[in-house]
T-cell receptor, first 116, second 115 residues
Framework: AQSVTQLGSHVSVSEGALVLLRCNYS??????LFWYVQYPNQGLQLLLK??????LVKGINGFEAEFKKSETSFHLTKPSAHMSDAAEYFC??????????????FGQGTRLTINP | GAVVSQHPSRVICKSGTSVKIECRSL??????MFWYRQFPKQSLMLMAT?????????EQGVEKDKFLINHASLTLSTLTVTSAHPEDSSFYIC???????????FGPGTRLTVL
């Protein structure tokens, strides 16, 4: 079974400051890992994904994440926060390259607030 | 990425009625779609996996007779909430998956309110 733990249900940073959202996973097989962002009353938008290529993954809007197998982590970072980054962020894991449909298991989400 | 639409975006209905939600993959043919529900300030909970041309696979605890899923074409899956009750009020989101990569692309969601 797979699981995801997002440390901190709410993170608040100042505009221009570093954003760090933490995600730890558990998986019995090589995982695929994803970060999604959700704005109020909207669906989820893919920020970035790790699918066993480079461990440092760059995504949209200046976000990046590093896959660390030894720490079972996939933390999301952005060097300088912008007001438009305020949203709910979800980390998700799925089984790696398998045949057929691959379910996603989501973390509980982290609400990011940006202070002016 | 894939573009996914949902219709309607919001629906309000009376208790006991049935509501149909459509999920469309606009720019590629999706053999697999997923249906989720999300309660306020909570994460997404997978309800079922919708496979084109075959019966949907439901997650444990999800009533298949209450949440009817039809995936009749490679671009359309529907979720029908039958005999809806206030506890069914939620945000329903669908996604499509690109096979071989595992990435899911999500629709904008449907807000269901049952009075």
């Amino acid at each position: 079974a797979q699981s995801v733990t997002q440390l901190g249900s709410h993170v608040s940073v100042s505009e221009g400051a570093l954003v760090l959202l933490r995600c730890n996973y558990s998986s019995s097989v090589p995982p695929y890992l994803f970060w999604y962002v959700q704005y109020p009353n909207q669906g989820l938008q893919l920020l970035l994904k790790y699918t066993s290529a480079a461990t440092l993954v760059k995504g949209i809007n200046g976000f990046e994440a590093e896959f660390k197998k030894s720490e079972t982590s996939f933390h999301l970072t952005k060097p300088s926060a912008h007001m438009s980054d305020a949203a709910e962020y979800f980390c998700a894991v799925s089984e790696g390259p398998i045949q057929g449909a691959q379910k996603l298991v989501f973390g509980q989400g982290t609400r990011l607030t940006i202070n002016p | 990425g894939a573009v996914v639409s949902q219709h309607p975006s919001r629906v309000i209905c009376k208790s006991g009625t049935s509501v149909k939600i459509e999920c469309r993959s606009l720019d590629f043919q999706a053999t697999t779609m997923f249906w989720y529900r999300q309660f306020p300030k909570q994460s997404l909970m997978l309800m079922a996996t919708s496979n084109e041309g075959s019966k949907a696979t439901y997650e444990q605890g999800v009533e298949k007779d209450k949440f009817l899923i039809n995936h009749a074409s490679l671009t359309l899956s529907t979720l029908t909430v039958t005999s809806a009750h206030p506890e069914d009020s939620s945000f329903y989101i669908c996604s499509v998956q690109l096979l071989g990569v595992g990435t899911q692309y999500f629709g904008p969601g449907t807000r269901l309110t049952v009075l």
